[in-house]
């Protein structure tokens, strides 16, 4: 069956940088688009970021750009998040979502999946 | 990056319809057919109930319908049941390559 599993996050302090991870299970993982999507605590789901299949595209929320890079190995079936420069409001559980095909590389703009998500603190 | 907007609560009675509306602009909602629905129950991921504004994944029940108009998508959970009882998130593409949520709907089930 189709699994993402997230990993990586803690706590850490303002400014510093964190790698989280998803990996995924039961699916082609590199026919597959892959999102981030996170959820401050008591808060609504906020889209973060999303790359390509093979890793070429890649495009942010305004609020993370410049700070945030996703990336993936195929090889491995996981998926990245580098968060550097941190702030408080970065605080959330991130989840990582996948996005279906019908046509390898072209976009279809939901998720049909979603793992647990990991908890990301950044205390100040 | 605003949000779309979406009523902060909605509630019914078991067996009755309720709609969540969700209002967006001419750069998402309006323009394109890529809106979709996602149930959340508290700790728990979201789910997706909707996709392309009207479309049922399977598995997903036939009381569960979306539509849309202009710039302002629905959901409707008709016969609604306790376990309907949870938050609602709408989802649009909004150019230029990004993706907005709603602000959240509470669902309760009187």
């Known amino acids: 069956q189709v699994q993402l599993v997230e990993s990586g996050g803690g706590v850490v302090q303002s400014g510093r940088s964190l790698r989280i991870s998803c990996a995924g299970s039961?699916?082609?993982?590199?026919?597959?688009?892959i999102h981030w999507v996170r959820q401050a605590p008591g808060k609504g789901l906020e889209w973060v970021a999303v790359?390509?299949?093979?890793?070429?595209?890649?495009y942010y929320a305004d609020s993370v750009e410049g700070r945030f890079t996703i990336s993936r190995d195929n090889s491995k079936n996981t998926l990245y998040l580098q968060m550097n420069n941190l702030r408080a409001d970065d605080t959330a559980v991130y989840y990582c979502a996948r996005e279906p095909y019908l046509v390898v590389g072209v976009a279809t703009f939901y998720f049909d999946y979603w793992g647990q998500g990991t908890l990301v603190t950044v205390s100040s | 990056q605003s949000a779309l907007t979406q009523p902060a609560s909605v509630s019914g009675s078991p067996g009755q319809s309720i709609t969540i509306s969700c209002t967006g602009t001419s750069s998402d909602i309006g323009d394109y057919n890529y809106v979709s629905w996602y149930q959340q129950h508290p700790g728990k991921a979201p789910k997706l109930m909707i996709y392309e504004v009207s479309n049922r994944p399977s598995g997903v029940p036939d009381r569960f319908s979306g539509s849309k108009s202009g710039n302002t998508a629905s959901l409707t959970i008709s016969g609604l049941q306790a376990e309907d009882e949870a938050d609602y998130y709408c989802n649009s593409y909004r150019r230029p390559s990004s993706y907005v949520f709603g602000s959240a709907t509470k669902v309760t089930v009187l």
């Open positions: 790359i390509s299949y093979d890793g070429i595209t890649k």
């Open positions: 039961g699916f082609p993982f590199s026919n597959h688009a």
